[in-house]
Structures are given as C-alpha cells and as structure tokens.
C-alpha cells in the first residue's frame, strides 16, 4: 500500500520512454523517441528546444488532448495513456490547468478578466466563486483587470489573467505553451516570475515549453529536448561566495536513460569534430569521450598527448581501467551504451557532460551567471 510519506515523495510528471509517430499519408514521423521525463512535486521547469524538437506533442500528451503511441505518462498520479473518456474530462478541470501562447484561446474576449477567472469555477460547480476570484486577481496582481475584456489589457496583463483561470480549479499541475512568446523581454520576466510566484505560494507544479532560451534564468531547472529526447539539463541555485554576496550558478548535465544513453552536447560534438564514434574511457571518478582518430588503442584513448583537445580532461592513461570505441548507431551525439550502465553512473557519469570532454573529471559545465546574467 502507498503511504502518505511516499505520495508526497511521487513526482508530479513521470514520463517512461515516451513515443508519439504520426503517420501521414504513409510517412511516419517520430516526434517523440523514448522520452524520460521526471518533475517533482512543486518544481517549476522548462522545457526547451529547436522547432519540431518535439515540445508540443510532450505538451499535447501531457494535456490529455493526444495519446502516445508507447511509453507511459503519469501526471498526479493519473495514467494518461489509460484514461477514459469521463477521466480526461475530470482530469482537465481539476488535475492539469493549461496556458497557451494564444490570448484568444486562454479567454473569452466578451468577459472580463473577473468573469473569464469564473468560466471554470462555474463548470466544475465550485462555490465560494468570488471569494476565489478575487484571491486570484490578487495572487496574479490584476485586480485593477477586475472589469476589463482582453481587449483593454496589456499582452502581459492578458497573460496574468490566462494563469489565474488555468489557477481558478486548483490543478496539481500548471501546463503552459509558449506562454510568453508573443510578448515583449520584460513583459516576459513578469510572466514568468508570476508562473514562479503562483508555483511558490500555492504548490502548483509548473511545465512551460518555450522556444525562449532565456526563460531558464526564471526556473530552477531547464530540460532540453533533442529529436524528441531529453538532451540535456541546466540546474539554477543561488551561493555565497567569500564575501557573502549572492551568486547564481548554472550547471549543465547531460541527461542518462535508462539504458545508459546519453546525447553530447551540441557545441561538445562540434569543437572535437566528434562523428559515427567516439572512443570511451572509463576512469576511476569520470568517463572520457575522444574523436575516433588514429594513434589511439584502447588501452590509451587518448593518445600519448590526450589528442582531440582533451588533454588534461582527467584523461591520464594510465588511469584508464577500460578503453572502448562507441558506435553511434542512429547518429553524431548520442553515445550508444556501450559502457556497462551501471559502472558509468557509479563513475559519477550522470554529470559527464561537462566534464568528460573538456572539462576536469566529471565537472558538470558551470557558469557564473552573476552580472548580466548567462554570459556563456
Ligand atoms: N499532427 C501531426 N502530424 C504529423 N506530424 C506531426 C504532427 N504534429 C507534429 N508533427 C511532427 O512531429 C515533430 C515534432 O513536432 P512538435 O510540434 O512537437 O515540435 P515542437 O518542438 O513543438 O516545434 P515548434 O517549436 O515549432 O512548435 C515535427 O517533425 C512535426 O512536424
């Protein structure tokens, strides 16, 4: 039986090797491929990615309006891929709450930002309504809205006003699209410190997909999705340094599967001219990744001089217990398990993106984003 203590420990999202293909007049299309996702309860994070990376379908899916093709996805404890047609109905007026890039299909032009906050409070029957409506208004910091349509507020007002009605039901889970991506950079920043304030003062877990890599100064945590994969992670906390100011580091992580998968790094491929495969060493604290070039065995995947830009990437030779070439079965970038998955994450592996390659052993990449912010 799940107790209470391990109810408050189950992630918000939990995504299992995702897949959605669509299959269009006899072309498939894999717009999700395996996808791990995993969101705490409470944690507010973003998702970003190319175009056709895949952040919709996730989002779609998610919402309850697609279903995967395999794979699993629990939200709040609600299988999505199980769900009847009365679940999903309940599910999306009072688990998920969703805000889309689109004014028009967040609120009614016709209603005031009170009136459009009620819409779903009428729906699901809710009492006390007003009393909501203003806690909402406020919590948002729109009460001067109260009586104005769409029309007569700001892009960044009318936005506000989306987050309190996906808010008025109480979800477990706040679902937003793009939700700053017709507005204005500090317009923007305000979106999304109230997403961040709402996820603060009430519990909400929040997703927002976004094509804007500057939102990530705004949540803790920034998951990257590649050919519809997580790719890689950044992680935000605030230190102190010597002299007790506050500083904000970044970190960035490359994202294990299951099966010991894990995608390189864009920029990582390109500046070794990594390609098809790679050489693997597996240290005592890291793994190493070099180009496959000539003069290296397994033995030494370096090279006498640490070759392909790695020298003193924790790449002592000597150290290395095990030396393997990894084939890239599918393409550049992402490393094929060919390290035994276990040893790999007990070798600190898990932050190997930042540190295998480049890096010193197993140093995720970090920035000091004090100052003007990210200057990576
Ligand atoms: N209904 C559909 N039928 C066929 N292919 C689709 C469908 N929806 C999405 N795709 C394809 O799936 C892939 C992922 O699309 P998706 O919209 O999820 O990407 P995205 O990261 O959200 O892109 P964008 O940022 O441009 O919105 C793309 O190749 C897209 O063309």
């Known amino acids: 039986m799940t107790t209470t203590t391990e109810q408050a420990r189950e992630p918000d999202i939990l995504c299992h090797g995702l897949v959605r293909i669509f299959s269009t007049e006899g072309v498939e299309v894999q717009a999700l491929q395996g996808l791990d996702l995993r969101v705490e309860r409470g944690d507010v994070v973003a998702i970003v990615g190319a175009s056709g990376s895949g952040k919709s379908t996730l989002l779609s899916i998610l919402s309850g309006l697609d279903r995967p093709t395999g794979g699993s996805a629990v939200v709040a404890g609600t299988d999505i891929g199980a769900m009847s047609r009365a679940d999903r109905v309940r599910y999306q007026r009072h688990t998920v709450g969703f805000v889309w890039q689109q004014t028009s299909r967040n609120l009614l ?3 005031t930002a009170a009136e459009n906050i009620a819409v779903p409070l009428v729906l699901s029957g809710a009492k006390a309504r007003t009393e909501r409506v203003e806690e909402l208004l406020g919590l948002l910091g729109i009460e001067h809205c ?11 007002e009318q936005q506000r006003t989306a987050i309190a009605v996906a808010l008025a039901n109480s979800p477990r889970v706040l679902l937003a699209d793009e939700p700053t991506g017709e507005l204005d950079d500090a317009t923007s920043a305000e979106v999304l410190e109230a997403l961040r304030g709402a996820s ?5 877990t929040v997703l927002i997909v976004t094509h804007d890599p500057t939102v990530s100064e705004h949540v803790r945590r920034t998951v990257q999705i590649r050919d519809g994969r997580t790719s890689t992670e950044v992680l935000r906390r605030t230190e102190r340094d010597d002299s007790g100011a506050e500083v904000h580091v970044a970190e960035e992580f490359a994202v294990l599967d299951r099966t010991g998968r894990l995608q390189l790094p864009e920029d990582f491929v390109s500046a070794l001219d990594l390609r098809e495969r790679v050489r693997l060493a597996l240290e005592t604290d890291h793994v190493g990744v070099w180009p496959d070039g000539a003069g290296r065995t397994a ?5 006498a001089t640490g070759a392909g830009g790695s020298s003193g990437a924790g790449g002592d030779a000597e150290q290395a217990r095990t030396g393997r070439a990894a084939g890239d079965a599918e393409r550049a970038g ?23 390659t480049a890096a010193s052993a197993a140093r995720p990449r970090r920035r000091d984003l004090r100052g003007e912010g990210n200057d990576d």
Request: hydrophobic content about 30%; proline content about 9%.
């Open 109 to 111: 032009p016709y209603l």
């Open 146 to 156: 109260r009586d104005r349509r769409p029309e007569q507020m700001s892009g960044g």
């Open 200 to 204: 603060e003062r009430l519990g909400v």
């Open 299 to 303: 033995s030494d995947p370096a090279g």
């Open 334 to 356: 992402t490393v094929g398990a060919t390290g035994d998955p276990d040893a790999l994450r007990s070798a600190g592996a898990t932050s190997a993106a930042g540190g295998s």
